[in-house]
């Protein structure tokens, strides 16, 4: 049974900082594309960030310079370090696991929230 367990959401003041953690099981992360996905209410979910089996990462404009994606292979855990927090980054935060071969595999986790507001 796969599983993404997302952990490290919360209350956060404008301009700090938040690390969210995606532990994979079930499956081995380092052979999917892995991804972090956010939804705000009233809003369609985006996606924030991206790493590859290969480590190149993407970003939303949105956060580039803000936000890190990285990964752990050996405790099979994706990262996203949120620094310099906006009120607009509210939203609930999703991991993915995405992985094509002669079927597409997508997985999701169950959510973490992340409210920016003083």
């Known amino acids: 049974q796969v599983q993404l367990v997302e952990s490290g959401g919360g209350l956060v003041q404008p301009g700090g900082s938040l690390r969210l953690s995606c532990e994979a099981s079930g499956i081995i992360a380092s052979t999917y594309v892995m991804g972090w996905y956010r939804q705000a209410p009233g809003k369609q979910r985006e996606l924030v960030a991206s790493i590859t089996t290969d480590t190149n990462t993407k970003y939303s404009d949105s956060v580039k310079g803000r936000f890190t994606i990285s990964k752990d292979d050996a405790k099979n855990t994706v990262y996203l370090q949120m620094d310099s927090l906006k009120p607009e980054d509210t939203a609930v935060y999703y991991c993915?696991?995405?992985?094509?071969?002669?079927?597409?595999?997508?997985?999701w986790g169950q959510g973490t929230q992340v409210t920016v507001s003083s």
């Open positions: 993915s696991a995405l992985r094509l071969t002669t079927v597409l595999y997508n997985y």
